[in-house]
């Protein structure tokens, strides 16, 4: 790129947070210029750069924000960040360029440390009636790459409906709610705009009789004993179906054989690193949990992604590369433009008969055996 054309783009990303009070206006830059915006806007370690939401009156014109995006409506969004810089609430609304189709957000509009910064992040929406997954990174700059992953999948997924990005490091302010968990953790705490954004998205979806995916995208440390990703529901249950789409991601990552992957509660052989008990299964998560009390706890998907597969991925080539591409492409393929639809019961029928005896059909005999798949459910004592 040439000199000219880089000190250009600084010059309109340096507008983009200059502008005074009262300026408001559609942004418009291509996928590259907003990734850096957005970056730039993400507060950092022990920075002290967060701020809870708790102002149920902000929280009322972020969702009416969110709504004039999702409806394609730029004038009335950009009235509604008027709104909120009149209430101190530094957004700008921005569309992004040389996109497949047309993409409305809105993003923080000072940089850590300014005067009125929250750090509550970035949201992009794909106007229009076909969108049904929603791609999440709670945890930027802490789970590295992890809102580069969540944003490239929502770029090169054309049926995505939305891309949640969280504002702040994980750790940049401690537990000032006294809740167990920094206020600056999206993923283990309510009051920011991600959970608020998803909690919203979610509801939507059910009142209009259009359930949605949500995917979030973590970032793990290596472990020898786990595979490169481990996907899991949040349900902390020991068995998932082998035939959900969750199950059906993991067999197409697993096939195209660039990396393993793994799903909390999904066994996959004897003796190899897919035994599907992992030590990060989303069990703590409040956005899983809050999507289970809305009994959508199947439409969840928490991705954990080992540090060697991001840093290929964000190097462009090696087997990380190409295993989280090969990921990126299973999501999309798989979920396509159906919505989740709540999985049918699943009895099991168990004969506590003396082991000799032949079973009644449709039982399963009590042998003892240890835990395992049986003809679909798990079993065993």
């Known amino acids: 790129m040439s000199e000219a054309r880089i000190t250009a783009r600084a010059a309109g990303l340096a507008a983009l947070f200059l ?3 009262g300026a408001a206006a559609v942004e418009e830059m291509d996928p590259a210029a907003f990734l850096s915006a957005y970056k730039s806007s993400v507060a950092g370690n022990a920075s002290g750069c967060f701020v809870r939401l708790a102002d149920e009156e902000v929280s009322r014109r972020f969702e009416s924000l969110l709504e004039a995006v999702l409806a394609g409506d730029a004038a009335a969004a950009d009235e509604e960040a008027e709104g909120l810089e009149a209430a101190g609430v530094r957004y700008r609304v921005v569309r992004l360029v040389g996109t497949a189709g047309p993409v409305l957000g809105f993003m923080e509009a000072v940089r850590p440390g300014d005067p009125d910064y929250r750090g509550w992040g970035a949201v992009l929406a794909r106007p229009g009636p076909a969108g049904r997954v929603v791609y999440g990174a709670p945890h930027p700059k802490a789970d590295l790459y992890s809102e580069e992953i969540a944003f490239q999948a929502f770029l090169a997924n054309p049926l995505a409906l939305a891309a949640v990005l969280a504002g ?3 750790n940049a302010v401690g537990d000032g709610d006294g ?3 920094p206020d600056s ?3 283990n705490d309510t009051e920011n705009l991600f959970h608020a954004v998803t909690r919203r998205l979610a509801r939507r979806g059910l009142d209009r009789g259009e359930p949605l995916w949500f995917l979030q995208f973590h970032g793990a440390a290596d472990r020898d004993a786990e595979p490169s990703v481990v996907g899991s529901d949040g349900s902390g249950a020991p068995f998932i ?5 969750l199950a059906a991601i993991d067999s197409a990552v697993d096939d195209a054989g660039h990396i393993t992957m793994g799903v ?3 066994r996959e052989g004897e003796g190899d690193d897919e035994d599907g008990a992992y030590a990060l299964d989303a069990s703590n998560n409040l956005q899983g949990a809050m999507l289970a009390a809305l009994g959508q706890r199947h439409a969840f998907m928490h991705f954990e992604i080992e540090r060697t597969a991001r840093d290929e991925w964000r190097a462009g080539a090696g087997p990380g ?5 090969g990921l990126l492409e299973a999501i999309a393929s798989i979920l396509a433009s159906t919505g989740p639809s709540a999985p049918p019961p699943l009895p099991a029928r168990i004969s506590f008969q003396p082991a ?3 079973a009644p059909a449709g039982f399963l005999a009590d042998t003892g055996s240890a835990f395992r798949f049986m003809d679909g459910p798990a079993c065993g004592w």
């Open 356 to 358: 000799a005896s032949e």
């Open 179 to 181: 809740d167990g968990a």
């Open 168 to 170: 702040a490091h994980r």
């Open 241 to 245: 179906r082998p035939g959900s789409p």
């Open 264 to 266: 909390c509660g999904l």
């Open 19 to 21: 502008m005074p009070l």
């Open 321 to 325: 590369h190409d295993g989280i591409a």
């Open 185 to 187: 953790d999206a993923a």
